[in-house]
């Protein structure tokens, strides 16, 4: 009896670890997909996504004013073996090359990413909440800490 006790709990624990693997693998950021908009007192920030496939998704964001778009960033967010990474090319900044930010908690319709190796920000995080998208960057700079919210609507 204590063996088929042993084997049933066993059996429990593979159905319920296969089932979580399953679900990892399923994990998307589809909910990002189109179009947000932000107001400021200075202009609006637009931001844009793009499904390239299941393990690429292509980001745009920049200012506008008046009717122009003044392009400020690129963003892959990529699944580089295992891990899914964040990875922004920012004009003027960086010398124009890509910052690396792997994604350290992935939930529903959430994440966060870090490189604590950056300057500034070394957190970012993204959130759907609604039908806004709530996305943050933090850190310290000069040694003390930094917080920028971004809280976009989807843009029609």
Known sequence: M????????ILIALVFVST???S???KNFDWLLGNWKMSTNKGGIIESWKKQN????????????DRDTI??????????NNDWFYIPTTLNQNNGNPVAFKIIFHK???FICENSEHDFPQRINYRLFGKNLLASIEGKTNGIFKKVNYDYSISK
């Open 71 to 80: 392009p400020e960033e690129k963003v892959e967010l990529k699944k580089i």
């Open 24 to 26: 990892q693998l399923k």
């Open 20 to 22: 979580s693997a399953q």
């Open 54 to 65: 299941d393990s690429l998704y292509i980001g745009f964001s920049g200012f506008v004013k």
């Open 108 to 110: 529903n319709k959430e």
């Open 2 to 9: 204590a063996k088929f006790c042993n084997m049933k709990y």
